[in-house]
């Protein structure tokens, strides 16, 4: 069973277009993350929610824990975003500690 | 700006054999989490760990798998008996506390031959 989806799979954007990218989950949270990962690996955690709306420079990440969804916004979007990204839930429980991954979103963005 | 390493980057291994997985967090760290992906899959959790105690743990986190945080730097995984499937990049993480983002490490790519 998928805890976590997200849309689109694969989404591939011109240099300076407004991109969005939606993940959805089935379970009670404690806390929803936006993770970033290279075309070599690495991964960097971008944002942690629980409420609300965040803002780290061109990106935007919005949570409504009503309809269990979450979007994450990129503005003016540029070729070195291209990246897979991924939305994380943190599923209620004692600790927080436990962690349900969606299956990624690939984005190229083209010069 | 502090990181997390891991090492090896690379672990090639005979089916059957034990493998460790060693990841120094970052130094004043606090909890620290095991990850692995499948070559094409999503990251799936394997076990956090939090005061010298594993805190949370997954359903593929079974009796094959340990951690261990032997000293005040180093958090390993060992992977006892390795199977075909175990080959994976496995990835480390800290945070210092339970509302701050994750550091990740750069991974280790097990191959299990």
């Known amino acids: 069973k998928n805890e976590v989806e997200q849309s689109p799979q694969n989404l591939t954007a011109q240099e300076g277009e407004f991109i969005t990218i939606n993940c959805s989950y089935s379970v009670g949270i404690s806390a929803l993350h936006w993770l970033q990962q290279h075309p070599g690996g690495g991964i960097v955690s971008l944002f942690m929610l629980s409420s609300g709306k965040k803002k780290h420079g061109r990106l935007i990440a919005t949570i409504n824990i009503q309809e269990k969804h979450s979007s994450l916004h990129i503005t003016a979007s540029h070729p070195r975003d291209s990246a897979v990204y991924i939305c994380a839930v943190s599923p209620l429980s004692n600790t927080g500690n436990q962690f349900y991954f969606g299956t990624g979103t690939s984005l190229t963005v083209i010069p | 700006e502090p990181e997390v390493t891991q090492t090896p980057s690379h672990q090639v291994t005979q089916m059957g054999q034990e493998v460790i997985l060693r990841c120094v967090p970052i130094?004043?760290?606090?909890?620290f989490y095991w990850y692995r992906q499948i070559l094409g899959q999503k990251v799936e959790f394997l076990v956090s760990f939090y005061n010298n105690e594993i805190s949370e743990k997954s359903e593929i986190f079974d009796d094959q798998f340990s951690v261990e945080r032997p000293d005040g730097s180093n958090f390993t995984l060992k992977i006892r008996s390795t199977k075909l499937e175990d080959s994976a990049m496995y990835f480390c993480a800290s945070k210092g506390s339970w509302a701050q983002p994750q550091h990740f490490g750069d991974g280790t790519r097990l191959s299990i031959l």
């Open positions: 130094s004043n760290h606090l909890y």
